[in-house]
């Protein structure tokens, strides 16, 4: 059964901070991961990994895939309040042609000001 | 771009009684759109695949009967509750990938809430 896994699963820091999320994966025919974020409704794309090793970076957040060790991390550097939300990662599938999205439970990120 | 609009965005409905919420791609063409539920402090749990044309691929424990799907175009999916009952409410996702892309887009949500 194919599985994407998140650690932590909440996260408490203080303005400033540097955190660091994992995403872990086991599926088959694995097409790219994702990242999202979630406040308060739908989730908001952040990255699409597709290469192993190669960083995608957007202002003070940053993500790299290992597709040797089968996961992922997603950096926030200098953390403002406004990263508070909830951090989903998703891995794309696709079995003959069709294509699924496989999320993990998120990790709860809370910046304290 | 890539833009996804949900309708409605909020609705409260009697037990019994059906709803449609519909899912559109704005400014793109989506080859599939997606369905998924989430519950508080939960994460999106995938209810059905579906693609322009064809029927929607369930997944495991979703029951078609109650969830019906239809895709008609390439900008539009359908999702109707029906027979509602309490235990429906939530908050229902709609996602659409674009032609020939990777990434899937989100449309806002509708939250549902059966009394």
């Known amino acids: 059964e194919d599985k994407v896994v998140q650690s932590p699963l909440s996260l408490v820091v203080h303005e400033g901070d540097t955190v660091t999320l994992n995403c872990s994966y086991e599926?088959?025919?694995?097409?790219?991961l994702l990242w999202y974020k979630q406040e308060k409704k739908a989730p908001t794309f952040l990255f699409m990994l597709t290469s192993s090793g190669i960083e995608k970076k957007s202002g003070r957040l940053s993500s790299i895939l290992d597709k040797k060790e089968l996961s992922s991390i997603l950096n926030i550097t200098a953390t403002q309040t406004g990263d508070s939300a909830i951090y989903l990662c998703a891995v794309a599938t696709s079995t003959s042609g069709t294509y699924k999205y496989i999320f993990g439970t998120g990790t709860r990120l809370k910046v304290l000001a | 771009g890539a833009v996804v609009s949900q309708h409605p965005s909020w609705v409260i409905c009697k037990s019994g009684t059906s709803v449609k919420i519909e899912c559109r791609s704005l400014?793109?063409?989506?080859?599939?759109m997606f369905w998924y539920r989430q519950f508080p402090k939960q994460s999106l749990m995938l209810m059905a695949t579906?693609?322009?044309?064809?029927?929607?691929?369930?997944e495991q424990g979703v029951e078609k009967d109650k969830f019906l799907i239809n895709h008609a175009s390439l900008t539009l999916s359908t999702l109707t509750v029906t027979s509602a009952h309490p235990e429906d409410s939530s908050f229902y996702i709609c996602?659409?990938?674009?032609?020939?892309?990777?990434?899937?887009?989100f449309g806002p949500g509708t939250r549902l809430t059966v009394t």
């Open positions: 579906s693609n322009e044309g064809s029927k929607a691929t369930y």
């Open positions: 400014d793109f063409q989506a080859t599939t």
């Open positions: 599926v088959t025919n694995f097409r790219s």
């Open positions: 996602s659409a990938r674009r032609v020939g892309g990777y990434e899937q887009y």
